[in-house]
């Protein structure tokens, strides 16, 4: 992606900071769209960069990507016609089972999706479903814990763009699922909170289903010159509406074909064991 030309440097400067600094202090800051021109995805783009490069210049491992705005419903509420990306870190990756520590995350949401790992690099912008097929190493059940910087989830597209899609977590199921034995289209999935059914969805309910939102992806970074590379983890889009997530709350998705991963939040820190 390249940074608009109407948009001065220490602008995009500037609002990488602003997310930055709540996401070191915990504390949620204001929307940045008061910075950029609400509809210059390449500006907001710009901004996540200069956060993806700061944390890999201070040792984080990019490790995947995500996809999001992978509803159509989503996409119309944000008039956008096209999904979004940001960058997964190893330090985002919960193991199945683990418990978030309280004060983590500053308003997080879970969603169920499809992960993929891929076992070859995908470089041509002219991906095709098939060269998917045969990058893909296996899939496996993903609950990915959305966060936003700015307060009260208050964004538009450009937003969540420089709030790296909105990042948070990500916890991977731990039984590998080769493509040729699941028909991604047709996933059914559950997602429970505590006991209670709170969110279920299908695999088409993702641009028409998983692979159509990981050719887009591969796509968009290869034409980017950034491509997707053997050993990454692909998200590809949540397949149910997110749930808002507090603390004690327990969580677990099972998508059929692909097995299941739960977590849990921790309770209230102590006063003093927060960020």
């Known amino acids: 992606m390249t940074t ?11 609002a990488a900071s602003r997310l930055a600094v709540a996401e070191r202090t915990g504390v949620p800051c204001g929307p940045v769209r008061d910075l950029l021109a609400p509809t210059d995805v390449a500006a907001a783009y710009a901004v996540q ?13 990019i490790v995947g990507r995500k996809t999001g705005l992978t509803s159509k419903a989503v996409q119309r509420q944000l008039g956008v016609g096209q999904p979004d990306f ?31 790992v891929l076992g070859a690099d995908l470089p041509d912008p002219r ?27 208050d964004i ?11 990042c948070g977590l990500f916890v991977l199921g731990a039984t590998p699922a080769p493509l040729d034995r699941v028909d991604l289209r047709a996933v059914e999935m559950r997602l429970l909170k505590g006991e209670h059914l709170v969110s279920r969805g299908t695999g088409s309910d993702c641009l028409g ?7 887009w992806l591969a796509a968009t970074l290869a034409a980017a010159g950034d491509p997707l590379r053997a050993g990454d983890v692909v998200l590809t889009g949540a397949l149910g509406p997110m749930i808002a997530a507090g603390p004690g709350d327990a969580f677990e998705t099972e998508i059929s074909g692909l097995g299941s991963v739960r977590t849990r939040f921790a309770s209230e820190a102590a006063e003093g064991e927060q960020r």
């Open 4 to 14: 608009s030309p109407t948009v001065d440097e220490s602008v995009i400067s500037a």
């Open 49 to 61: 960069r200069v956060n993806v490069e700061r944390g890999a210049a201070a040792g984080r491992r």
């Open 86 to 116: 940001g960058a997964l870190f190893a330090d985002m990756c919960v193991a199945d089972g683990d418990e978030i520590p309280a004060g983590r995350l500053l308003q997080p949401k879970v969603e169920a999706e499809v992960a993929l």
């Open 127 to 153: 991906v095709t479903v098939v060269d998917v097929l045969r990058a893909v190493e296996f899939a496996l059940p993903a609950l990915e814990i959305v966060d936003s910087r700015v307060a009260g989830w």
């Open 156 to 166: 538009t597209i450009v937003d969540t763009i420089a709030d790296n899609a909105s």
């Open 209 to 215: 289903g998983p692979l159509n939102a990981a050719v």
